[in-house]
């Protein structure tokens, strides 16, 4: 049996970022790839999880444990560095596009959590996770999987499969909380964003005690915007005319490159009353998540 920790040291400190999906991992990720492997923290980089058949024991397509501290410390962790993991989809993914079942809204981040607590039963963990307005959300998750090709639905196909009842933020932090504690949770709004990229990204440094300002951060050019209003239409329409998956892969490789809504109209998916009606069903739980979490901000911000 290998041995983590000794009794004379202090336990492994852990910052896992789990996302959620569509909340700038990719900046994120960019930023400490670059600039965040030293003496005193270490970043896990996303390919070597992928390849270690960790995600698949997490997700419980797997039997055998796989040891993350091991496999840090086979990629460059030190004694006593504190390790930093940012991978948006390491205890589960959203689900969106499945049918039926209970609350599949980010469904097995619960097991997942359970099993990843499991395989660092001694470690210093602390989760971040990010979170966006459901109608935000809904239409860049889509906008999304149709740019990279991994969904044959409409919009409005979409749409009609979901339950706003069961797009609770709330009910996946509560599962995190359950599992890690609740003074091991950070809760981040991606509205963040908004102030620019330097500044979301300090705003992140600093939840895993770095302090950097925003000014040092140079333009990483690595945010991955959604389809414009345009190349919105012109990925449907080759959906739907049943263009082979290849040029379709070739047509949305050129609009995510030239058209999409940093230099041209948003796509705007959801209607003004369908957008009301969303926000309305998720209000009670986005309401007690707001007064928990971020008691000084108007909960209007996510309803108007």
Request: aromatic share 12%; glycine share 6%.
């Amino acid at each position: 049996m290998t041995v983590l920790f000794s009794p004379d040291r202090e336990p492994q400190k852990i910052f896992i970022h789990v996302g959620a999906h569509k909340t700038g991992t990719t900046l994120i990720q960019s930023y400490l790839h670059q600039f965040f492997n030293n003496n005193l923290y270490f970043y896990l980089d996303p390919e070597v999880i992928n390849n270690s058949g960790l995600l698949g024991y997490l997700y419980g397509l797997e039997s055998k444990p796989v040891n993350l501290i091991n496999l840090a410390r086979k990629s460059g962790l030190s004694q006593d560095a504190t390790l930093i993991v940012s991978h948006e989809s390491l205890l589960g993914n959203s689900g969106l596009q499945q049918i039926g079942g209970n609350s599949y809204f980010y469904g097995i981040f619960r097991k997942s959590a359970k099993r990843l607590r499991l395989l660092l039963p001694e470690a210093d963990i602390h989760v971040i996770f990010y979170i966006r307005r459901q109608d935000e959300f809904l239409e860049s998750m889509y906008l999304e999987l149709l740019a990279t090709v991994n969904t044959d639905y409409t919009f409005n196909k979409f749409i009609s499969i979901q339950e706003p009842t069961r797009l609770s933020w709330l009910r996946v932090i509560t599962d995190l909380e359950d599992v890690f504690g609740a003074d091991h949770v950070q809760v981040a709004l991606f509205d963040d964003i908004r102030s620019g990229a330097p500044t979301f990204i300090a705003n992140f440094m600093r939840r895993i005690g770095i302090t950097v300002s925003p000014d040092t951060i140079p333009d990483l050019g690595k945010q991955r915007p959604s389809l414009s209003r345009g190349a919105y239409y012109l990925a449907n329409m080759a959906m739907r005319s049943g263009m082979p998956i290849k040029y379709r892969r070739k047509l949305n490789d050129f609009l995510r490159s030239r058209w999409t809504n940093k230099t041209h109209k948003s796509a705007n998916l959801l209607s003004c009353e369908h957008r009301y009606g969303l926000l309305s069903s998720c209000k009670p739980d986005n309401s007690v998540l707001f007064n928990k979490y971020f008691p000084d901000l108007d909960i209007a911000l996510w309803h108007s």
